[in-house]
């Protein structure tokens, strides 16, 4: 059975930082590009960061570039993400996502959300102001 599981995911003041995990399991992620989205009470989902099978292309959108950092280490199967200088519109429940596309180039991110094709359950990260 494929698995997404994130963790790291709680409470923090504004300001502060979180590091979140995503561990997959069921199958190899090596050659998946990866990908952690958020959504919000009545928002729809957004990608905050994406990051190639190989690990050397990132995408960030504007909002959260130059605090967030999204990392993967494929010998552990695991994609991580490590937030600095929350703030409370970063208040949301966070996805991790990959692409099922083994054929894909290795240096390929994936920003549009049909590109995802497994799903973790959720974490939720509630900054305070």
């Known amino acids: 059975q494929v698995q997404l599981v994130e963790s790291g995911g709680g409470l923090v003041q504004a300001g502060g930082s979180l590091s979140l995990s995503c561990a997959a399991s069921g199958r190899t992620f090596s050659k998946d590009a990866m990908g952690w989205w958020r959504q919000a009470p009545e928002k729809e989902r957004e990608l905050v960061a994406a990051i190639s099978s190989d690990g050397f292309s990132t995408y960030y959108p504007d909002s959260v570039k130059g605090r967030f950092t999204i990392s993967r280490d494929n010998a552990k199967n695991t994609m991580y993400l490590q937030m600095n200088s929350l703030r409370p519109e970063d208040t949301a429940v966070y996805y991790c996502?990959?692409?099922?596309?083994?054929?894909?180039?290795?240096?390929?991110?994936?920003?549009?959300?049909?590109?995802?094709?497994?799903w973790g359950q959720g974490t939720q990260v509630t900054v305070s102001s």
């Open positions: 996502a990959a692409d099922n596309a083994p054929t894909a180039p290795a240096w390929k991110v994936m920003t549009i959300i049909s590109d995802y094709d497994y």
